[in-house]
């Protein structure tokens, strides 16, 4: 049965399109007499069903004008975006599609490429290095916890400083293997980006299943941390979850944890745990459900510490978190736009 399905993949992804655009232009029409009820904004509402509808017409095109195959990623970049964006629907088939592309026949997997990485050497642990990373940790912490307990606008200055004195300290204590590893990344981004990139979306989705249970378990209140991070300022933002966070987060929370945990498993628990925590605690939660979030937070540190080991490459570790930033970011901007 999963045989038939597999070969004849191209008519079942372009039929569950064509529905999910059917469902989302009802949808529109629906939502146009019962905006009153609706959880977000009805400008927001226009948005994500309108971008579900235009990337379903792209994923149809795709599939009718080239090479399945050649283009699979991409197709599945859209799927992923749809299902953490659109309704209920849109879930649920834009899931059976994933399924169905990542599914692959015998003849499909013969043909598929072991991808080989570029080798590099393992750190050696050095104790002062150590200490002083943790000492940069602390400070990190600290500094996350005074921007979500104080009032932004009086401390913002003070958490800006303490973040830039952490960037600082971890450039200076970590330079000669920040060098190597940046170099190393430069000269095979191809191989890395071909390597992480379905692995990243595959965590994306995982991760954005995670966050909506427990959103609906939570009484339909989102990430305390989603939400302090959204009464940042826009360019703020960019530069906080884009540029910033994935630099230091991914030095501290993989790079010196490693220093210290050289055990592959242990490694991703504890870097897990850790990075789930950071952006659990400290912050005034209104529900004690509020700290199920960790279990998301958690499992995408656990994933990055995964990557850094089988790349042994702090920058891939930062494009990743780059790229698992960049969809709530432009939600948070798009939220704003239309609230």
Not at 73 to 94: E, M, P
Not at 203 to 216: E, H, R
């Amino acid at each position: 049965m999963i045989d038939v399905i597999l070969k004849n993949k191209k008519n079942i992804l372009i039929m569950n399109s064509v529905i999910q655009i059917i469902l989302s232009i009802y949808l529109l029409y629906k939502m146009i007499y019962d905006f009153e009820k609706m959880l977000i904004s009805f400008e927001m509402n226009v948005v994500l069903i309108s971008l579900t509808i235009i990337l379903n017409l792209t994923i149809i095109l795709i599939l009718r004008l080239k090479d399945i195959n050649k283009y699979k990623k991409t197709i599945i970049t859209f799927l992923i975006i749809i299902v953490l964006f659109g309704s209920l629907s849109n879930v649920v088939l834009g899931l059976i599609n994933i399924f169905i592309l990542c599914k692959s026949t015998k003849s499909e997997i013969n043909k598929e490429k072991v991808l080989d990485l570029p080798k590099i050497k393992n750190i050696k642990p050095n104790t002062f290095e150590l200490i002083f990373g943790l000492c940069i940790l602390v400070m990190f912490s600290t500094a996350s916890l005074w921007i979500y307990n104080i009032p932004i606008l009086k401390t913002l200055w003070l958490v800006v400083i303490l973040y830039i004195v952490v960037f600082i300290c971890s450039v200076a204590a970590f330079y000669k293997d920040l060098r190597k590893d940046f170099l190393y990344f430069i000269r095979n981004i191809k191989i890395y980006f071909k390597y992480t990139y379905p692995k990243v979306l595959l965590a994306l989705l995982i991760y954005g299943i995670l966050n909506a249970l427990i959103y609906f378990i939570n009484g339909q209140n989102i990430s305390t941390n989603q939400d302090a991070i959204t009464r940042i300022p826009v360019l703020l933002l960019f530069l906080m979850a884009l540029f910033y966070a994935p630099f230091v987060e991914e030095v501290l929370y993989r790079g010196i944890i490693r220093r210290g945990v050289s055990n592959n498993k242990i490694f991703i628990v504890v870097s897990a745990i850790a990075f789930g925590l950071m952006h659990v605690l400290g912050l005034e939660h209104e529900e004690p459900l509020q700290y199920l979030y960790v279990i998301s937070y958690s499992f995408m540190g656990g994933f990055l510490a995964y990557v850094y080991i089988k790349t042994n490459n702090i920058f891939v570790c930062i494009m990743c978190h780059f790229f698992v930033n960049l969809l709530p970011v432009i939600a948070i901007v798009l939220t704003r736009l239309t609230s």
